[in-house]
T-cell receptor, first 112, second 113 residues
Framework: SQQGEEDPQALSIQEGENATMNCSYKTSINNLQWYRQNSGRGLVHLIL?????REKHSGRLRVTLDTSKKSSSLLITASRAADTASYFC????????????FGQGTILTVHP | KAGVTQTPRYLIKTRGQQVTLSCSPI?????VSWYQQTPGQGLQFLFEYFSETQRNKGNFPGRFSGRQFSNSRSEMNVSTLELGDSALYLC????????????FGDGTRLSIL
């Protein structure tokens, strides 16, 4: 596995706005996962995107993957106060199995 | 399906003691991974067990150990506790193949006095 670096470190928006956070990594990957963590809780899996995919959607979430730039982005549309959380990406080289390596994450605050 | 269950939720120990944390994975999941989360170091991978065997290991001292039972339940043990071991310890389970989502428990909050 390898570590992803999330950017920005913190993001503050109003309810109804869109939130975009980015993830960069250093070497070729097999897949990349995004997770959310509410304060003091465990991580929740959001989306897994494979290296041969460019975009994936799940509800209000849209994830893109650009393997040429070694980067991924997570877009949350029409944000809600309940989306307030930390968001982490976890790129994987394909032999990581249960070993995920996380960066410091993006702290998203959505103001009502 | 019940989620990943970690016990206890909170634990207070003193330096030099040892502690055992427990994790019950989702039924049918054979892989259990452990992570340590601290404000300074973030989320760090400790180890992964699959079918009772350690399959991956992070960069932690030998004071941190784990095991997995035949029913896939896992325990981790920390001996000779240090102040720096204060953290949220998370476990995650998955069926065990690569490129599969990890399902996390809500963790055990360990405080060392």
């Amino acid at each position: 596995s390898q570590q992803g670096e999330e950017d920005p470190q913190a993001l503050s928006i109003q309810e109804g706005e869109n939130a975009t956070m980015n993830c960069s990594y250093k070497t070729s990957i097999n897949n990349l996962q995004w997770y959310r963590q509410n304060s003091g809780r465990g991580l929740v899996h959001l989306i897994l995107i494979r290296s041969n995919e460019r975009e994936k959607h799940s509800g209000r979430l849209r994830v893109t993957l650009d393997t040429s730039k070694k980067s991924s982005s997570l877009l949350i549309t029409a944000s809600r106060a309940a989306d307030t959380a930390s968001y982490f990406c976890a790129p994987s080289t394909g032999t990581s199995y249960g070993k995920l390596t996380f960066g410091q994450g993006t702290i998203l605050t959505v103001h009502p | 399906k019940a989620g990943v269950t970690q016990t206890p939720r909170y634990l207070i120990k003193t330096r030099g003691q040892q502690v055992t944390l427990s994790c019950s994975p989702i039924s049918g999941h054979r892989s259990v991974s452990w992570y340590q989360q601290t404000p300074g170091q973030g989320l760090q991978f400790l180890f992964e067990y699959f079918s009772e065997t350690q399959r991956n290991k992070g960069n932690f001292p030998g004071r941190f150990s784990g095991r997995q039972f035949s029913n896939s339940r896992s325990e981790m043990n920390v001996s000779t506790l240090e102040l720096g071991d204060s953290a949220l310890y998370l476990c995650a389970s998955s069926p065990g193949q690569d490129a599969q989502p990890q399902h996390f428990g809500d963790g055990t909050r360990l405080s060392i006095l």
